[in-house]
């Protein structure tokens, strides 16, 4: 049997995003900024592509206000951003009739390549979609 500890979230920021063109690179700054002081920098590239597909659909699809959030267990990185349109987004699955030239459409698939784990959660005042990057410790069994 192999237990896991319970993570320990060690720290959890956000940032309200503009509800414009800066909003990828608001929140890009923001998880630079935030995971520059943790022990888990190795995941700021896939964090920072993930993110700004998720602030990007916000601005396309959503509504405001906009926020971007970062939170940091032992071993994990979560990041999420939320926004007030309540409907959660729709993986599309690249199929053989998918217009190899659309300029949209790809984001989500994009942030599944890229984390371990996303998702989508309903708040009373929009919806979160989040996701994680990084495992976490599992203890020895015994």
């Not at 959890?12 to 995003?17: A, I, K, N, P, T």
Request: net charge negative.
């Amino acid at each position: 049997m192999t237990l896991r500890r319970t993570p320990v979230r060690q720290w959890s920021v956000s940032h309200e995003l503009p509800g414009d063109e800066r909003a990828c690179g608001v929140a890009r700054q923001f998880v630079t900024s935030s995971l520059a002081r943790s022990t888990q920098r190795d995941l700021l590239d896939a964090a920072l592509l993930a993110v700004t597909e998720l602030a990007s659909n916000a601005l396309r699809h959503g509504r405001p206000p906009f926020r971007v959030g970062v939170s940091l267990d032992d071993d994990q990185v979560q990041v999420h951003v939320s926004d007030a349109d309540p409907h959660c987004p729709q993986a599309r699955r690249a199929g053989a009739h998918a217009d190899p030239l659309a300029e949209s459409g790809r984001g989500l698939e994009i942030v599944q390549a890229l984390v371990q784990h996303w998702g989508c959660r309903h708040r009373p005042d929009g919806k979160e979609i989040w996701f994680e990057l990084g495992e976490p410790a599992a203890l020895p069994a015994g």
